[in-house]
């Protein structure tokens, strides 16, 4: 199930009118989100401790008193402070449309002026948390593994061991694949031989198109639903939009070589290992 949006619904400063605040939060939980509303007479600090330990996905300023070009950037500045700047910011109140743009400057996402329709308010918010939610934190740490099909390991492995001196890992089938896998340490990655079991494995295709060879480049990463959904988003061709069951208990899922040149690549997610496993 899709994690709902949680909002922040805040009133900075000494505005002691909340009606339009309170008539906004309404709607945003009638457009499905989470809502948290801090009340009047709120300070900066005050509402950026509250969205952090609600753990709030935007905060909503609502300022009536013409003090927002000092209190909207303040709420930003200590969000960055505090580390927690991945957190949407967005205004509403009395706002003169010739401070909107100063206020874009300090980082407000979107200033919503009296009668914009509620709708528009929790769409463009929903759009941009599921933007955030989608983005990837970090590139792939790491090349898990380089594919190598080969017609028979046994046959192919002593080049790897004897001539160049890699130690072989293990040895795995993987049935759902009709693969069987021979692992070669180079470093912190790894070399996988990949040996097909039956004429119908995709192993046995790509030789009999292309011949033994480099077969794909295997990505580490972390969060493999995230990066399918946001690589799918992005409207990059995937072989798997799910990922699937793989080698060492990993979730795996091929990204389709017309999307980068001919070359396939794997997206690996492994388990994560307990103290007593590192």
Do not use: W
Request: hydrophobic share 40%; aromatic share 6%.
């Amino acid at each position: 199930m899709e994690k709902k949006v949680r909002v922040l619904v805040a009133k900075p400063g000494l505005d002691g009118h909340d009606r339009g605040a309170l008539v906004i939060a309404q709607a945003l939980r009638d457009e499905g989100m989470e809502v948290v509303y801090t009340g009047l007479r709120q300070t900066p600090a005050q509402i950026v401790n509250a969205a952090i330990q609600e753990d709030v996905d935007c905060i909503g300023l609502s300022c009536l008193s013409g003090a927002h070009n000092e209190l909207f950037p303040e709420v930003v500045r200590l969000l960055r402070l505090e580390k927690a700047d991945d957190i949407l910011v967005v205004g509403g109140g009395v706002i003169p449309q010739e401070d909107i743009p100063f206020l874009e400057s300090q980082g407000i996402a979107r200033v919503f002026t009296p009668g914009t329709p509620s709708k528009e308010c929790a769409d463009f918010i929903r759009k941009h948390v599921k933007g955030k939610r989608m983005s990837f934190p970090e590139p792939p740490g790491k090349i898990a593994h380089i594919g190598i099909a080969v017609k028979s390991i046994d046959t192919a492995l002593p080049f790897y061991t004897d001539k160049l001196g890699l130690s072989l890992l293990g040895r795995e089938e993987v049935e759902s694949e009709q693969v069987r896998i021979a692992f070669l340490g180079v470093g912190e990655t790894r070399l996988e031989l990949l040996e097909p079991l039956s004429d119908t494995s995709p192993i046995a295709t790509f030789i009999a198109k292309r011949g033994e060879g480099i077969h794909h480049i295997a990505f580490d990463v972390d969060d493999i639903h995230a990066r399918l959904a946001r690589l799918k988003e992005d409207g990059v061709a995937l072989i798997n939009e799910e990922p699937k069951p793989g080698a060492h208990q990993a979730q795996v899922a091929f990204i389709h070589p017309k999307a980068s040149g001919g070359v396939l690549y794997e997206l690996c997610q492994y388990p994560v290992k307990n103290e007593e496993e590192q």
